[in-house]
């Protein structure tokens, strides 16, 4: 008898490690599926990016030959611009349909350094320091990737409406900073 339970007890011992030795080939068949189709998914969702890096320059030109046509065309004139503009408009709305995101932080933004570069820092008597104070160049993000980040200018610390209110009050009766030796 006690060779028949010593010999069950070991079949169960031995049922029991099979048992969570298929389990944990099991879990790993799933997360290697799960694995191979998020890495499928982002090829996918990535593999326009150097496209749409390349179609930025085009955007960018776009917007510098609309900013410099002539505001009160003739005729002629007007309708390069309106199509410059259809343009323009088709192309965003090509990003747009393909997630392609435009990046344009406005004024008193945070600056996040993930989205923007910044390409000076300067004080500011309207906007804290840290945060945004102009946009140079629109950036853009795909599914939530930087492609390229906005090109921003970003106020000093110590800026703010408190700071210039501060150096307003420094500058005196007088109206402004001005060497009063020479």
Do not use: C
């Amino acid at each position: 008898d006690l060779s028949v339970l010593d010999e069950i007890e070991a079949l169960r011992g031995e049922r029991d490690d099979m048992r969570d030795r298929f389990m944990r080939a099991v879990a790993e068949a799933e997360n290697t599926k799960k694995r191979a189709e998020t890495q499928s998914n982002d090829a996918r969702a990535y593999a326009i990016q150097r496209f749409a890096r390349d179609l930025l320059g085009v955007a960018d030109n776009l917007e510098r030959a609309l900013m410099a046509a002539p505001k009160d065309a003739d005729a002629g004139e007007a309708g390069l611009v309106t199509g410059l503009e259809l343009t323009q408009k088709s192309l965003l709305q090509a990003f747009e349909s393909n997630n392609l995101k435009r990046v344009a932080p406005e004024p008193g933004d945070a600056f996040d350094p993930h989205l923007h570069q910044a390409m000076m820092e300067q004080v500011s008597d309207s906007v804290q320091g840290g945060q945004v104070i102009q946009t140079l160049q629109a950036g853009y993000a795909l599914f939530g990737r930087t492609v390229r980040p906005a090109m921003v200018v970003v106020a000093a610390k110590g800026s703010g409406a408190a700071a210039g209110a501060a150096a307003y009050a420094a500058a005196g009766a007088t109206g402004g900073n001005f060497d009063q030796k020479a």
